[in-house]
C-alpha cells in the first residue's frame, strides 16, 4: 500500500472489484492503493472499533451507515493499537465531528495510519452486489495508483485470497502481558491471543479475573506455566482451516478437562478441535444487530459479529467427539449459521460472536458469568477431590 499527505477528500479515486464491477468517488483517509476482501458491516455506531479489530486484518469494510465520523476519533475506544482494516469505505464522511470526546476527524487518522479509503459511492448498490455474489477481492486506487481499469482489475485478481490464508500470527501479541483484575482477585486465565480485542480482557478483569493474553503461538505449556483456572481462546482474522497449531493446543486443554471459553475464531477452533469442518461464509455476519438464539434458554439475543467463516456441525443432535458428547449451543435466526458449540461432558464453550459488546449490544456479557462459573465450579471439584485424597 502506497500513501501521500492529507487532503485525500478532493482526489479522485476507484473502487474496483475482482468481478470487474467499478465505482467511482473521492480518496477518503490516506492516497494511494490498497488491496484486501470487499466485506460490509451493518453497524451503526462504533466505527473506530471496527477499524481497530483485528480480526478485520486483510479486509476491505464498506459501512452501510450512510453517515460515518459524526464522532470523530478519539483515544479510548480503540480496540487494539492501530487500524486492522485494509481499506474503508464510506458513503458521506462526516465533514464536522462533534463529540465532547472527540480529539481528531476519522479522516486524518486513517490518514495518519495509512489506511486507503473512499468515499462518495453508492454503498448500498455495493452492499447489495456483494450479498448477491459473494465477498471478494476488491482493490482501492487514487493518486499516483490511477491507471486504466483493466491494468486495475489485473492487479486486484493477483492480489491473495482470504480462504486459505494464515493470519492470526500477523495480529498477536508478540510477547506475553498480563491485564490485572480489577478488584479481589478471584481467578486466573490464559488467554491465547489469535488477535484479540481489547475490551475482552478487560471484561475478564470486571469480574475478578487476572489474565494472561499469550502469543498465537504459545505452547501448552506456556498456558500451564501460569497455572491457570481457565484457558480463553480470543477471536481472530483468516481461514479456521490453515489455523493448524490453535487447534492442537486447544486439543491439549481439552484433554486436560480445564475450563474452557472461545469466541469468534476461537469458536471456530473448537469446532475443528471436536472433529467438525469449517466453510466460508457468502458474505459473512458483520455487525452489531444480529439476532442469535441460545437454545438452551429460548431467549433471542442482538450481538456482535464479524465472522467470514463458520463451523458445519448439526445443529438438531448431538455429536460425539474425542472429548465427550457436544452440541450446537447457539443459532443465528437470519440463516441458521451455528453461533456456538458445548460440550455436555467437560467444562468447554464458545460463540461465534462478541460478547464484550464494544461496540455493541450488551446482551451476550453473561457469558464471561458462565465462564466464571465453570472455573468456580472446576476449582469446588478440584477441592473435593483433594479432601477425598487426604481422607484415604
Not at 481499506?87 to 464536522?96: E, F, L, N, S, W
Not at 473512499?118 to 493518486?143: C, K, P, Q
Request: net charge negative.
Amino acid at each position: 500500500m502506497t500513501t501521500s499527505t492529507r487532503g485525500a477528500a478532493k482526489a479522485p479515486a476507484i473502487l474496483v472489484l475482482e468481478d470487474g464491477r467499478t465505482f467511482r468517488g473521492r480518496a477518503y483517509g490516506a492516497v494511494g492503493e490498497t488491496f484486501g476482501e470487499a466485506v460490509f458491516s451493518t453497524g451503526m455506531t462504533g466505527y473506530q472499533e471496527t477499524l481497530t479489530d483485528p480480526s478485520y486484518h486483510r479486509q476491505v469494510v464498506v459501512m452501510t451507515a450512510p453517515h460515518i465520523g459524526n464522532t470523530g476519533v478519539n483515544d479510548e475506544d480503540p480496540e487494539s493499537r492501530r487500524i486492522w482494516v485494509s481499506g474503508y469505505v464510506v458513503r458521506d464522511p462526516a465533514r464536522v465531528p462533534s463529540n465532547w470526546r472527540s480529539v481528531r476527524t476519522l479522516d486524518d487518522e486513517l490518514a495518519d495510519q495509512g489506511v486507503v479509503g473512499i468515499s462518495g459511492i453508492d454503498t448500498r448498490a455495493l452492499t447489495r452486489h456483494l450479498r448477491e455474489r459473494g465477498a471478494m477481492r476488491v482493490g482501492i486506487f487514487s493518486g499516483e495508483a490511477l491507471a486504466d481499469d483493466a491494468a486495475l482489475l489485473a492487479r486486484v485478481k493477483a492480489a491473495p485470497e482470504m480462504k486459505g490464508a494464515d493470519l492470526c500470527g500477523e495480529v498477536a501479541t508478540s510477547e506475553p502481558y498480563v491485564v490485572p483484575a480489577i478488584g479481589e482477585k478471584r481467578f486466573t486465565v490464559a488467554a491465547v491471543d489469535l488477535g484479540i480485542k481489547g475490551m475482552t480482557p478487560h471484561r475478564m478483569a470486571e469480574r475478578g479475573i487476572e489474565v494472561h493474553v499469550l502469543p498465537a503461538n504459545a505452547t501448552l505449556e506456556d498456558v500451564y506455566a501460569v497455572n491457570p483456572d481457565g484457558v480463553f481462546f480470543s477471536n481472530g482474522p483468516g481461514d479456521p482451516a490453515s489455523a493448524d497449531h490453535p487447534v492442537a493446543l486447544m486439543r491439549g486443554v481439552l484433554e486436560r478437562r480445564t475450563p474452557l471459553f472461545g469466541i469468534c475464531f476461537g469458536n471456530q477452533i473448537l469446532g475443528r478441535a471436536l472433529g467438525f469442518g469449517t466453510f466460508k461464509l457468502k458474505y459473512g455476519h458483520r455487525g452489531i444487530n444480529q439476532p442469535v438464539q441460545d437454545r438452551a434458554t429460548g431467549k433471542v439475543e442482538v450481538t456482535a459479529h464479524n465472522h467470514g467463516f463458520a463451523v458445519d456441525a448439526p445443529l438438531d443432535t448431538v455429536s460425539e467427539t474425542p472429548y465427550g458428547r457436544a452440541e450446537v449451543s447457539h443459532v443465528c435466526l437470519n440463516d441458521d449459521v451455528v453461533e456456538g458449540l458445548r460440550l455436555l461432558d467437560q467444562p468447554a464453550f464458545s460463540v461465534q460472536y462478541h460478547p464484550e459488546a464494544a461496540a455493541g449490544p450488551h446482551d451476550a456479557a453473561y457469558l464471561f458469568d458462565r465462564f466464571v462459573a465453570l472455573m468456580r465450579d472446576g476449582r469446588d471439584q478440584h477441592s473435593t477431590t483433594l479432601m477425598e485424597d487426604q481422607r484415604a
